[in-house]
């Protein structure tokens, strides 16, 4: 049976969900490691040196795959989902 809406494709969404679970990832690797994982991300994020965070599991590189005002949007807009 032929569909008879379009379909819409939100990229931004996407963009989002892979960006929160690389996040997640990552926030676990830096934990396993016994690092603070709010302090190292926000070191990362503030300065920009990936040296904040862990190679292990691919931390460092995952991070820094992603761009980091979209992890910033996002946290802000967690915030303010949770007030």
């Known amino acids: 049976m032929p569909q008879e809406q379009t379909s819409l494709f939100d990229i931004h969404e996407v963009d989002t969900e892979l960006t929160r679970k690389t996040l997640k990832e990552v926030y676990s690797s830096l934990e396993e490691r016994g690092y ?31 761009d980091r005002a979209k992890i910033v949007e996002i946290l802000l807009t967690e915030f303010q989902k949770s007030k």
Request: hydrophobic residues 25%; proline residues 6%.
């Open 36 to 66: 603070n994982p709010t302090n190292q991300i926000v070191g990362y994020l503030i300065s920009g040196d990936p040296g904040y965070i862990s190679n292990y599991k691919e931390a460092r590189k995952k991070i820094q795959d992603l």
